[in-house]
């Protein structure tokens, strides 16, 4: 079951490394090296301390020699540390570095080759000739100006091939035509605007909106022209395409939290959500559920049926569960459901085994039915582990009652 499905993950997680166009290296806030893509060694070797990238923080040091105050400086946070700080590595190479902590300990790094950009962005400022080619001709960037109050006043056709506009559609209209409509916020514009004027430029990423309504992933960066008088008399606006960018990001999220076989949340995943909703004002509410005697599945029908199982498993718990509720392969067929303190937890997981008891697996044989037993704990006290080895005990009171069946840990006082 689960051995067949990993050689094929980890194929398809290799072949990602192989050719995602940025430099990933994955370490530990001690600085031991977990993993390095050839692009990442490509770019450090010529850096490293006699070629070695065992030590993150010695074989970035050129680059970011912060790096070490910046990871343990933010010990107790998530998500990212450094954003796309631009660094000149050997041979004029210009890296943009950006540092994630994807959980605990451990960090990701990524470089991405922005040497041509910042080669594009000097000509644009020092040669007014080079800049007014690049203005009308470049692919993956929509430059545009700003009159004061924000307002669009010089379209070119960069705007056209960035996001479909017309001159029509923006000439003497506000830059929040560009934004999504939950972004439009006025106040939120205004500060901006005041932002660019306050520090000469502003740089920001997200969400912005194409003509036909679709949305691209841009990088923007709005920087003031000055006037005579020491004011500001508008703004050059220059987004660069970054959609296929996060795609690849948001996939390496989501390979390093989901189960490859069933699509559920890892158990890293899983702790992560337990300790968001046990922190809330209800505390948390846990369904460990077991498939009943899932070993025999196997041993009767097969490795690929057991793994139809689990999915259908999966599937059923979605089918029932409110939207956005983890569902978490916990190990082997053991999964976890995380609620907020307040649900209905018991009643939830009756549910669950009443649809698990009601599905039908398709098999090339025939059908497969099979049950679960389900052990519930709620509580807000104690930690999420204490939570945790309640479920268990529940759970395997289930196993012991016969199995296909629900209990709750007794409520512990408060």
Same mark, same amino acid.
């Given at each position: 079951m689960l051995d067949d499905a990993v050689p094929d993950a980890l194929e398809a997680l290799t072949e990602f490394l192989y050719l995602v166009p940025v430099g990933l290296m994955q370490f530990h806030m001690d600085g031991r090296v977990m993993l390095a893509n050839p692009l990442a060694a490509q770019f450090l070797m010529p $850096?490293? %301390?006699?070629?070695? $990238?065992?030590? /993150?923080?010695?074989a970035l /040091? %050129? $680059?970011? %020699?912060d790096l070490a105050r910046l990871v343990h400086g933010?010990?107790?946070?998530?998500?990212v540390i450094l954003d796309h700080r631009r660094c000149e590595a050997a041979g004029g190479l210009v890296l943009s570095v950006t540092l994630h902590r994807l959980h605990?300990?451990?960090?990701l790094l990524v470089l991405d080759d922005v040497t041509r950009l910042v080669e594009q962005e000097r !000509?644009? @400022?020092?040669? @007014?000739q080079r800049f007014r080619a690049i203005f009308d001709n470049v692919r993956d960037y929509a430059i545009y100006t700003l009159d004061a109050e924000g307002c669009v006043d010089g379209w070119n056709p960069s705007l056209q091939r960035f996001g479909g506009w017309q001159p029509e559609d923006v000439d003497r209209r506000p830059i929040e035509v560009f934004f999504p409509p939950e972004d439009r916020a006025p106040e939120r514009m205004a500060r901006m605007l005041a932002e660019a004027r306050r520090t000469g430029s502003l740089e920001m990423e997200g969400w912005r909106r194409r003509r036909d309504g679709s949305r691209i992933w841009a990088n923007s960066v709005l920087t003031a022209l000055p006037d005579e008088a020491g004011g500001v008399r508008g703004f050059v606006a220059v987004s660069r395409d970054m959609t296929e960018r996060k !795609?690849?990001?948001d996939e390496l999220r989501r390979l390093a939290t989901t189960d490859p076989l069933t699509g559920a949340s890892n158990r890293r995943a899983g702790q992560a959500a337990l300790a968001e909703v046990f922190a809330g004002p209800d505390g948390a509410a846990v369904l460990m559920l077991d498939i009943d005697h899932f070993k025999s599945i196997n041993d009767r029908h097969g490795h690929e049926a057991g793994d139809e199982a689990l999915c259908s498993l999966v599937a059923t718990c979605r089918a029932v569960l409110p939207a956005g509720? %983890?569902?978490i392969r916990w190990g082997g067929e053991e999964f976890l459901i995380v609620l907020p303190g307040a649900a209905d937890a018991a009643a939830m997981a009756e549910a669950l085994r009443a649809a698990i008891a009601a599905t039908e697996v398709t098999l090339a044989e025939g059908a497969l039915r099979m049950t679960a037993s389900l052990g519930v704990a709620t509580g807000s006290d104690g930690s999420p582990e204490a939570l945790l080895q309640r479920a268990d005990a529940a759970l395997y009171a289930a196993k012991r009652g016969g199995r296909n069946r629900v209990e709750s840990a007794p409520v512990q006082a408060g």
């Open positions: $850096l490293a %301390p006699a070629g070695d $990238l065992s030590d /993150a923080y010695s /040091a %050129p $680059l970011v %020699p933010s010990a107790d946070s998530t998500g605990g300990a451990t960090m !000509r644009i @400022q020092t040669d @007014q !795609r690849m990001e509720t %983890p569902v």
